[in-house]
């Protein structure tokens, strides 16, 4: 089960990438017709799936696996980035929504999304250090009291 932390940084990235995608849907709207708003949304759809996946596989990797952190996060945003090309480049000839109004999208609320949580985790108020439990600071009874 997630922490509250890991919830509110969820949103705090989920939120702000969903409103950039509206904007752009609109935009697409009003430039390309209806396809283009149907990819802004698809576009938005993918980023806000892909990322929130790797968010939470890397907090999960973070709590159980603390010295894998650090390469786990440089290979899920690698297989991120290997996965939307891959996305981009199945669906560049589709008919079903503009792909440009799509790869525009879909690099803006990848954007959105990264400084959105560049932001959720510089206010979030991370303990560097573990506290000690109160029980730590009562001494021991180690027998004989004389």
């Known amino acids: 089960m997630p922490s509250n932390n890991d919830v509110r940084t969820l949103l705090q990235t989920a939120v702000p990438t969903a409103a950039a995608g509206v904007v752009a849907a609109a935009v697409s709207a009003g430039v390309a017709g209806g396809k283009g708003a149907l990819g802004a949304v698809v576009a938005t759809l ?22 894998l952190f650090q390469a786990m996060g440089l290979m899920l945003y690698t297989a991120q980035l290997l996965l939307l090309f891959i996305f981009v480049a199945v669906f560049k000839d589709t008919s079903l929504f503009n792909p440009k109004a799509f790869a525009i999208t879909l690099v803006a609320t990848t954007l959105a999304w990264i400084g959105a949580q560049a932001r959720a ?9 573990e506290p000690e439990s109160s029980d730590a600071h009562q001494p021991k009874k180690t027998g004989s009291s004389a």
């Open 121 to 129: 985790h510089m206010k979030a108020k991370i303990l560097y250090v």
């Open 46 to 67: 993918v980023v806000i799936l892909f990322m929130g996946i790797g968010l939470v596989v890397l907090q999960r990797t973070a709590r159980s696996l603390p010295h």
